[in-house]
Structures are given as structure tokens and as C-alpha cells.
């Protein structure tokens, strides 16, 4: 191809034919800019598409770590936060207030009452996309609605967890009433000392009444937050796979 331009250049040069020549110096000009232009298309099409599928990538995995989080860690842990409320409201109407509530229900209400759900919020996807550089994401409403839910709910939440994981070990752990009972063969003893520990009692109201209702606002303002999200992310994901 080259050769043949270059033979069309020295047959009019050759022919004196200047006017032509100059016609044909300004097309050929023209045919390279639009090379070059096609060429540059091109390679920005492909750059497009090369970040278009790493967006993708941390899109989905985002999408699918946000979906698990909600699924196995906030919901069930809004279950198992209600029912602790749930059982020492049980415990001091049918317990402490009265006494309408057999021996094995107390075991189970204070069980119930002092099991704990370790909330693990998974960051791993969320920390990868930084490190990659927000800027990949072409969708502005979705990096502000990551960047509240990973930099301040789920780090919000999680110091909530942890004040409460501290407060609740450090207080039954050092109650001597807990320690003693013979939880397997618990008896009317056992129930007698349960009742008369006033400091557990106010211990356990101060977290059914405070902590617990603060750590259980939250994860109820997470939950909706998540799932809106969730329906963000499958819309854009759609949308970035029909480009």
C-alpha cells in the first residue's frame, strides 16, 4: 500500500503535475488523521472495556459480600439482639416480679440473656476496591452509598459490638452468683441466689433497657441501607454488562 502511494507521489512529481500533487498531499494528510483517529477510537474502546470488566469485578463482589453480610451476620444478629431483650423482659416480670416461671425456663432466659452474636462484617471486597482507587467506579450515587456503609455504619456498629462484647463478658464474668450455680442441676437454690443478686439484676435492666436497644437501632438502620444498596448494585451491574 505504501509503495503504491509513494509511486502515485513521483508519477505526478515526474508529470510536473503540482496542482494534483498538492490535491493529493492533502488527502493522503487527511487519510492518516483519520487512521490515526480510528486507531485512537479504537484503543480507547478497548481501554473502556478493560476498566468497564475490573468495575465489574469489584461490583459483583461487593454485591455479593454486602448480600452475605446482611444474610448471615445483621439479620440473624437483629433476631438473636431482640430475643435477649425479649428474655429479660420475661425474666423480670415472670421472674424478678413474680414468681410464675419454672426452673428450667429461668436456665433458658438466662442463657439466652447472656449468649452473644460475634457480628464479623466482611470489608475484604470493599478494601480491595480501594486499594484499586474509588475513581473506577462510574457511578457516583454508589461510591457515596459504599463509602457510608463501609466508613461509618459497619465501623459504627462494630465499635457498639465490641463496647458491649467488653461490658457484657466483664460483668457476668465477674459475677460470683453466675460462677457458683450448677447450671446442669440448677435447683431452688440456684434460683433464690439468682433473685436476691440485686447488682446482676440492675447489671442485666442497664443492658436491656441502654446497650442493647442502641446496638439493635443501629443494626435496624444498616439493614435497609444494605438492601437498598444491594438493589443499586444489581441495576448498575446490569447496566455496565448491556454497554
Not at 114 to 138: C, E, H, P, R, Y
Not at 178 to 188: E, G, L
Request: charged share 30%; with cysteine.
Amino acid at each position: 500500500m505504501i509503495k503504491f502511494f509513494r509511486k502515485i507521489r513521483q508519477k505526478l512529481l515526474s508529470e510536473n503535475k503540482f496542482s494534483k500533487y498538492l490535491i493529493y498531499a492533502i488527502g493522503e494528510i487527511v487519510l492518516v488523521v483519520i487512521g490515526i483517529l480510528i486507531a485512537l477510537q479504537i484503543n480507547n474502546w478497548n481501554e473502556n472495556k478493560i476498566k468497564t470488566k475490573k468495575e465489574l469485578f469489584h461490583l459483583e463482589n461487593i454485591l455479593s459480600s454486602i448480600q452475605d453480610d446482611l444474610d448471615n451476620q445483621i439479620s440473624p444478629c437483629i433476631k438473636k439482639t431482640e430475643r435477649q431483650i425479649d428474655g429479660f423482659e420475661l425474666l423480670e416480670s415472670d421472674f424478678y416480679d413474680n414468681n410464675i416461671i419454672s426452673n428450667d425456663s429461668i436456665k433458658r432466659l438466662f442463657f439466652q440473656f447472656m449468649a452473644q452474636w460475634d457480628l464479623v462484617l466482611n470489608t475484604v471486597a470493599f478494601d480491595n476496591l480501594k486499594s484499586t482507587g474509588m475513581d473506577i467506579l462510574s457511578n457516583d450515587s454508589i461510591k457515596t452509598k459504599l463509602l457510608t456503609l463501609y466508613g461509618l455504619e459497619y465501623k459504627y456498629v462494630k465499635s457498639l459490638q465490641e463496647y458491649y462484647d467488653m461490658s457484657h463478658y466483664d460483668r457476668f464474668s465477674s459475677s460470683s452468683t453466675i460462677k457458683n450455680i450448677d447450671w446442669w442441676r440448677f435447683s431452688d437454690e440456684d434460683k433464690q441466689a439468682l433473685k436476691n443478686d440485686r447488682q446482676l439484676f440492675l447489671v442485666m435492666k442497664s443492658e436491656a433497657n441502654y446497650s442493647l436497644p442502641n446496638y439493635l437501632d443501629e443494626l435496624e438502620f444498616i439493614k435497609p441501607i444494605s438492601q437498598e444498596l444491594i438493589e443499586n448494585l444489581n441495576q448498575e451491574i446490569k447496566r455496565l454488562k448491556e454497554k
